[in-house]
């Protein structure tokens, strides 16, 4: 219920800032404060249901929210798996949590055209499509027990970029992401490092270092995949309480 009434609020505050004054120093607090609830919205959030609602509440000012936070992890993580795993321009790539498209975007400025999009969010994704850089768009969540609804073992490489986080893509719910993936493809995500409030609250358990590992290492143990590399990235350009500076980019070959 509580999602349902800030979700109302946070429209509001987006009507508002969608104005053409958006870059005056009144509308730039505003989104600050906005992006700062969204961030307390999604630490409240206990299931993808109301994380949905979170982000379908914003679709439309959802980029200014990215910006206000200063959020370049995603960005920063998939340059780097490019860069580390010499992905071809050539590569089948599958966008998980591409929200907007910010990313595919980036992947498309940069040479790479064979992009799908998945997101949980129908009216995030509609608005990916807007940026004309993905192919195929899926509705998806992804989660531990249901299988993606796209093609098995056709990606040369899978990004994850924001969206392994509490309340969003679980580590248990990795085995679903390595089936969608070629054999010798890479799998890639940025999470924040340390204590961030989301990490600290019961529904961030598992994403603390020490069990956030023994999620990963038990897809090692079962030969699925390798870790090609963990890779320090800046997360967010200046740091708040709600989001660390710091970060990790994972990029792990799938092995089957
Ligand atoms: C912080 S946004 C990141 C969006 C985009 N990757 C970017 O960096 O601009 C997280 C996105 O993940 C989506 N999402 C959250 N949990 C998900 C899940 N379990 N399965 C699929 N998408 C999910 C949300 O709808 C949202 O679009």
Not at 16 to 22: F, L
Not at 25 to 32: F, I, S
Not at 132 to 153: G, M
């Given at each position: 219920?509580?999602?349902?009434?800030l979700?109302?609020h946070?429209?509001?505050?987006?009507?508002?800032?969608?104005?053409?004054?958006?870059t005056?120093?009144?509308?730039?607090?505003?989104?600050?404060s906005v992006?700062?609830?969204?961030?307390?919205l999604?630490?409240?959030?206990?299931?993808?249901?109301d994380?949905?609602?979170?982000?379908?509440?914003?679709?439309?000012?959802?980029?200014?929210?990215?910006?206000?936070?200063?959020?370049?992890?995603?960005?920063?993580?998939?340059?780097?798996?490019?860069?580390?795993?010499?992905?071809?321009?050539?590569a089948?790539?599958?966008?998980?949590?591409?929200?907007?498209?910010?990313?595919?975007?980036?992947?498309?400025?940069?040479?790479?055209?064979?992009?799908?999009?998945?997101?949980?969010?129908?009216?995030?994704?509609e608005?990916?499509?807007?940026?004309?850089?993905?192919?195929?768009?899926?509705?998806?969540?992804?989660?531990?027990?249901?299988?993606?609804?796209?093609?098995?073992?056709?990606?040369?490489?899978?990004?994850?970029?924001?969206?392994?986080?509490?309340?969003?893509?679980?580590?248990?719910?990795?085995?679903?992401?390595?089936?969608?993936?070629?054999?010798?493809?890479?799998?890639?995500?940025?999470?924040m490092?340390?204590?961030?409030?989301?990490?600290?609250?019961?529904?961030?358990?598992?994403?603390?270092?020490?069990?956030?590992?023994?999620?990963?290492?038990?897809?090692?143990?079962?030969?699925?995949?390798e870790?090609?590399?963990?890779?320090?990235?800046?997360?967010?350009?200046?740091?708040?309480?709600?989001?660390?500076?710091?970060?990790?980019?994972?990029?792990?070959?799938?092995?089957?």
């Open positions: 219920m509580r999602i349902l009434q979700s109302c946070l429209s509001l505050n987006c009507v508002h800032v969608t104005n053409d004054n958006i005056t120093p009144h509308n730039t607090n505003n989104m600050d992006a700062a609830e969204l961030m307390d999604l630490h409240t959030a206990n299931n993808h249901e994380v949905v609602k979170c982000y379908s509440g914003i679709a439309e000012t959802f980029d200014k929210i990215q910006e206000a936070l200063a959020y370049v992890g995603a960005k920063n993580g998939v340059k780097k798996c490019l860069e580390i795993g010499e992905v071809p321009k050539t089948r790539i599958l966008d998980i949590g591409a929200g907007t498209g910010i990313v595919g975007e980036m992947l498309q400025s940069m040479g790479y055209e064979n992009l799908d999009a998945l997101d949980g969010c129908q009216e995030l994704l608005k990916s499509r807007e940026r004309n850089c993905y192919r195929n768009l899926f509705c998806s969540f992804v989660v531990p027990d249901a299988e993606l609804p796209v093609e098995k073992k056709a990606y040369d490489l899978v990004v994850m970029p924001g969206v392994v986080y509490p309340a969003h893509i679980l580590p248990t719910a990795f085995g679903q992401v390595i089936k969608v993936v070629k054999k010798g493809g890479l799998i890639s995500w940025d999470m490092v340390g204590q961030p409030e989301a990490y600290q609250k019961d529904i961030g358990v598992m994403f603390r270092e020490e069990n956030f590992e023994k999620y990963v290492n038990s897809y090692v143990d079962e030969g699925l995949w870790l090609v590399g963990k890779y320090d990235i800046t997360f967010v350009e200046r740091p708040s309480a709600s989001l660390n500076e710091n970060a990790v980019c994972y990029i792990m070959r799938v092995l089957k």
